[in-house]
């Protein structure tokens, strides 16, 4: 099913394709819940939309990691997506791990929720870049995006222990 949004530009109609959901990611784990739900908006480009509630108040980091594979919880889900090899930074940066989403707020509730755009990753499951059958973690603290010069800011952030995490799986249509 497609499905369209109309859009008025200076008295005309336009046509817009509204992008369904491709894939989903479904956390319940350590008193952490919620979804995250990517969208294509390009070519190598997606738009991650999550709502998270159970966290403590603040920032963590919140990375696209290389496997689904959870069974020895968050930790056998290995470094983060980083196909070109490159060293670790913020979403926006040139430099940066594919997987590399920067870091989530949670207000004094525990409750995150944002959107964001990142490039260099696709959910297309035949893409040597999809993030379809990988997971996402989200940590225990703020991501210095690859400013806190040392070794460890360029691999990880700094971000510290994985709170929770969950597999990217393909949405239903």
């Given amino acids: 099913m497609k499905v369209f949004a109309l859009s008025i530009m200076a008295g005309r109609t336009r046509k817009r ?14 008193g952490v819940s919620g979804v995250a739900r ?5 070519r190598n480009r997606v738009r991650v939309v999550y709502g998270f509630t159970g966290l403590t108040s603040g920032m963590h980091g919140f990375h ?9 919880g ?15 930074g913020g ?10 989403m920067g870091n989530i707020s949670a207000n004094s509730r525990g409750e995150a929720k944002g959107s964001i755009t990142l490039r260099g ?8 870049l999809s993030v379809i059958g ?20 360029l691999k990880t952030g700094n971000a510290g ?13």
Avoid: W
Avoid at 91 to 100: E, I, K, L, V
């Fill in 17 to 30: 394709r509204k992008e369904p959901c491709a894939a989903i990611a479904v956390v319940d784990m350590n």
């Fill in 38 to 42: 990517f969208y294509k908006t390009g």
């Fill in 64 to 72: 696209i990691h290389q496997y689904g594979d959870l069974s020895e």
């Fill in 74 to 88: 968050c930790k056998s889900a290995c470094a983060h997506f980083n196909p070109s090899g490159s060293t670790h």
């Fill in 91 to 100: 979403p926006r940066a040139d430099s940066r791990h594919a997987g590399d």
């Fill in 121 to 128: 990753i696709s959910v297309s499951p035949s893409s040597p």
């Fill in 134 to 153: 990988r997971s996402i973690v989200i940590h225990e603290s703020r991501d210095d995006l690859g400013r806190g010069k040392n070794a460890e800011s």
């Fill in 161 to 173: 222990r994985r709170l929770a995490c969950a597999v990217i799986g393909l949405a239903s249509p």
